[in-house]
């Protein structure tokens, strides 16, 4: 049996930034959102200068297929080098890694700068100058940079001749840390998204676990389209009507079938800002016109046990345009509903058999 997981134990930080600067290393679009300030950041560079670790980092090397989810940065020029022949997604690690390469590249965001981290040479430390008047601030990427480090070297050579190059000493044993550090890289392969879903749902970022739908939320998120938003929204409105709550996957779901016919999780994640942006309106009221036909058939409150159903009957509705199922139609979709309950359908391999269910939907829409 070919093993699913390897530790590789010859990456050091400097390899670390250069293949991600190289595009070899790429963020999914499933990742959430870069979110650290500078004040953290240089807690992880100092534990980096004093050779402390800072953790395990996960990547998952994914075939071509996959190239798609790659995160797409507007503000920061990451290749994404979409032509290779797999891609090492980033599962557990990402703001280590964009905090690092950011720090070291010396580069500016539309919020910080993270060029102005630097290594002051008397504490031996990062550190964010706070006063214009403290010497020897180094800004911490010129250590990291060979070519700026001889220029350094070069200056302070000549500016500490009384000290015996003392100044000299320290820039030289930074530059050799930074670049000989030592990172723990854990790489999975699988070519199954679902077991790779699983894995990043069961890696613990921050002391809280992600569900499927945070990914989902993640990828879809901008500031046009928020998906966890307009689904409160609309949970609150169904109140006033006096619905029951909908859960979260029941929108991912639908969407990516009203989207691609399918609804397993590569499917999912294939969602974008876009496509939701397009189809929520006509998703919402397809599954509102899903909770009307529940209605008529006298299931009125609690529909946490018909959930699983919603995306495949609102289905119809995406499909037809309709706003209620006509009459031959909704005898057999009301005899698969019960046959389906009864049978316990959707507990082993719901996804497969939403496909195949949805796919019936659609010819009886198109007969």
Not at 21 to 46: A, C, H, M, T
Not at 185 to 208: A, H, P, W
């Amino acid at each position: 049996m070919e093993p699913k997981i390897e530790i590789l134990k010859d990456w050091d930080l400097k390899k670390l930034i250069s293949e991600l600067g190289k595009g070899e290393i790429k963020i999914p679009r499933f990742q959430r959102d870069y979110i650290w300030e500078r004040s953290k950041v240089v807690s992880l560079l100092n534990s980096i200068c004093s050779q402390y670790p800072i953790g395990s980092v996960f990547l998952w090397k994914a075939s071509k297929e996959y190239n798609s989810f790659v995160n797409k940065f507007e503000d920061i020029d990451i290749p994404q080098n979409l032509d290779s022949n797999h891609s090492l997604f980033i599962l557990d690690g990402q703001q280590r890694i964009i905090s690092l390469y950011y720090t070291l590249k010396g580069k500016k965001t539309a919020e910080t700068d993270f060029s102005t981290i630097c290594y002051n040479l008397d504490k031996k430390e990062c550190q964010i100058p706070r006063l214009k008047k403290q010497k020897h601030n180094i800004p911490l990427w010129k250590i990291f940079n060979k070519k700026e480090l001889d220029k350094l070297v070069s200056d302070y050579t000549k500016f500490d001749k009384k000290n015996k190059t003392k100044y000299v000493s320290v820039i030289n044993n930074c530059y050799d840390i930074l670049n000989t550090y030592p990172i723990s890289i854990v790489k999975t392969y699988s070519n199954d998204l679902d077991d790779v879903v699983e894995i990043f749902e069961r890696i613990n970022q921050g002391g809280k676990r992600l569900s499927s739908f945070d990914l989902v939320h993640a990828a879809t998120w901008s500031t046009n389209f928020d998906m966890k938003q307009r689904i409160s929204d609309f949970n609150n409105a169904a109140k006033n009507k006096k619905h029951a709550t909908i859960s979260d996957k029941v929108f991912t779901q639908s969407l990516a079938l009203n989207a691609f016919g399918d609804c397993r999780n590569f499917y999912q994640l294939k969602l974008t800002p876009q496509i939701c942006d397009k189809l929520w309106n006509k998703t919402k009221k397809s599954i509102d016109y899903t909770i009307d036909f529940f209605k008529d058939m006298r299931i009125n409150n609690d529909l946490s046990s018909y959930q699983s159903f919603i995306p495949v009957i609102q289905y119809y509705f995406f499909k037809s345009g309709a706003k209620s199922i006509n009459g031959e139609h909704k005898k057999d979709i009301e005899k698969w509903f019960w046959d389906s309950k009864f049978s316990k359908r959707y507990l082993t391999s719901s996804f497969t058999k939403i496909k195949e269910d949805a796919s019936w939907i659609a010819g009886l829409v198109e007969e």
